[in-house]
């Protein structure tokens, strides 16, 4: 069955430290992944995903399929970046499902 | 535009009552998702429109759901006889064609008491 697991529900960090928030999935196929966050008050937004392999707000995540992870990392925690991190996976079955992990909540100190 | 809208925001019922949300997403966007969401958790999929098409749909959906979205454009989520465990957030998202990146409603909050 298809899954996606983020290990830590809380992760906090000094302002400036690295971060990383884990992803391990479980498909079969070859899944799209993807980071969405939630920041307070606000609807969930997609940060990035892995076919864009791009970096957005210094964050960037690196796909290893040898270890099924999506492991999302940056390099210096800037405050605003706390908030609520949703790893999620698609696949197309006929029509588009997505499955998402539980989420971590990084929050940053200053 | 002002992205995905969803009403109403908040919506307390009893149990055994019938319940109807409603999403209107991105005009020009082709694909609409439904989720639930209950505390401490992501969003659960609950199903998947493509235009009017249901194509896909969650075995977790009991007969009480229903889902619709005539003509392709808004969506409704009806829930039938309610019962407490079906308090959440539910949230609708919308895609616009070539790409699956989601955006996502504010949602909506059902508490049954």
């Known amino acids: 069955a298809q899954r996606v697991t983020q290990p830590e529900k809380l992760l906090s960090v000094f302002k400036g430290a690295p971060v990383e928030l884990k992803c391990n999935y479980s498909?079969?196929?070859?899944?799209?992944l993807f980071w969405y966050v939630q920041y307070s008050r606000q609807r969930l937004q997609l940060l990035l995903r892995?076919?864009s392999r791009e970096s957005i707000k210094g964050f960037t995540a690196d796909l290893n399929k040898g270890e099924t992870s999506f492991h999302l990392k940056k390099p210096f925690a800037q405050e605003e970046d706390s908030a609520m991190y949703y790893c999620a996976l698609s696949h197309y079955t006929g029509g588009f499902k997505t499955i998402f992990g539980a989420g971590t909540r990084l929050f940053v100190k200053a | 535009d002002t992205g995905v809208s969803q009403n109403p925001r908040h919506k307390i019922t009893k149990r055994g009552q019938n319940v109807t949300f409603r999403c209107d997403p991105i005009s020009e966007h082709n694909r609409l998702y439904w989720y639930r969401q209950t505390l401490g958790q992501g969003p659960e999929f609950l199903t998947y429109f493509q235009n009017e098409a249901q194509l896909e749909k969650s075995r977790l959906l009991s007969d009480r759901f229903s889902a619709e979205r005539p003509k392709g454009s808004f969506s409704t989520l009806e829930i039938q006889r309610t019962e407490q465990g079906d308090s959440a957030m539910y949230l609708c998202a919308s895609s616009p064609p070539g790409t699956d990146t989601q955006y996502f409603g504010p949602g909506t909050r059902l508490t049954v008491l």
């Open positions: 498909y079969s196929g070859s899944p799209e």
């Open positions: 892995h076919i």
